[in-house]
């Protein structure tokens, strides 16, 4: 018995220094098991104060708090894709005068996944459907599909969520409202006669919506009290366009695009997500910006 015993603890020994080798010399075990953050008196969204103060508020909150703490994958994944995304649409926000934390809402919607599908069909980082898309002026057709293209899809979430805001609603609200549709949310603050959807009972997809968005606030403000150690130099970097060409022309072959642009195919499809074919046909001669990547 003792041998097994030497034997079993000679090979764990080993297994650590192996990876300790391999990882280098500040190679150290994260602990297996790490607490969700306790859920706090409030948060701050976009200016609103959302406080926790009832029973059914604060176990809301902590259930997504726990979520995302032990979400391992997704949630590095979407730590690690941030500072790429959140460097486009941050400005885009700003610049129509919306709060930069709706930025969560497309954490939410996508997991900062451009290439995000649902199985209802919604499409990019803030999953327009292709009815929504259309009222927001995206193209959306079997060569082109501007719910990939970030820049075009965050001018349409900013007039989706302004239009809603006017309706003189909370943040909260609004953000229900991206998920269950304005309209439908606002029949049932008036049949439950209460002024907040935080107050309402809705479907339970967005009756954790909400308080999904506030849990990710929290984590992207404070990873490591969620237990995650992604550090900045970890974060998948925003990399600046070598140029973006203007077309309203044509394009029979994007493969020989490419090669004449000093790029690859796969790299000019990766920056151009919206470019869903081989080809441009562009009947209508419209204009396009494509993104000619590093």
Not at 249 to 263: M, N, Q, R, S, Y
Request: some cysteine; proline content about 5%; overall charge positive.
């Amino acid at each position: 018995m003792k041998r097994i015993i030497s034997i079993i603890t000679l090979l764990a020994i080993t297994v650590g220094l192996s990876a300790q080798n391999y990882y280098g010399a500040n190679y150290r075990e994260e602990p297996l098991h790490h607490s969700a953050p306790r859920v706090p008196e409030y948060v701050v969204f976009a200016g609103d104060t959302v406080r926790f103060d009832r029973d059914d508020l604060y176990e809301r909150m902590d259930r997504e708090l726990m979520s995302f703490t032990y979400m391992h994958t997704t949630t590095t994944l979407m730590l690690k894709r941030s500072k790429r995304y959140f460097t486009i649409v941050e400005p885009i926000l700003k610049a129509n005068g919306l709060p930069e934390d709706l930025k969560y809402i497309m954490v939410i919607e996508s997991n900062l996944d451009p290439k995000a599908l649902s199985t209802a069909g919604a499409a990019g980082l803030w999953q327009f459907m292709k009815s929504a898309a259309k009222t927001y002026k995206l193209e959306v057709s079997d060569e082109v599909d501007e719910r990939y293209n970030i820049y075009k899809e965050t001018e349409a979430a900013c007039k989706y969520l302004k239009n809603s805001v006017r309706r003189g609603r909370d943040w909260m609200t609004v953000a229900a409202g991206y998920n269950a549709g304005p309209a439908n949310i606002t029949k049932r603050l008036e049949d439950q006669g209460v002024k907040t959807a935080m107050d309402a009972l809705l479907p339970a997809e967005t009756a954790r919506y909400m308080f999904r968005i506030l849990a990710a606030k929290m984590l992207f403000e404070n990873p490591a009290a969620f237990g995650f150690n992604v550090t900045e130099a970890d974060k998948y970097p925003y990399r600046a366009p070598k140029a973006v060409v203007t077309v309203s022309e044509p394009i029979p072959d994007l493969v020989a695009f490419a090669k004449e642009h000093g790029t690859t195919y796969f790299a000019l499809k990766e920056a151009n997500l919206w470019l869903r074919s081989d080809k441009l046909t562009n009947k209508e001669g419209k204009t396009y910006e494509i993104i000619i990547p590093r």
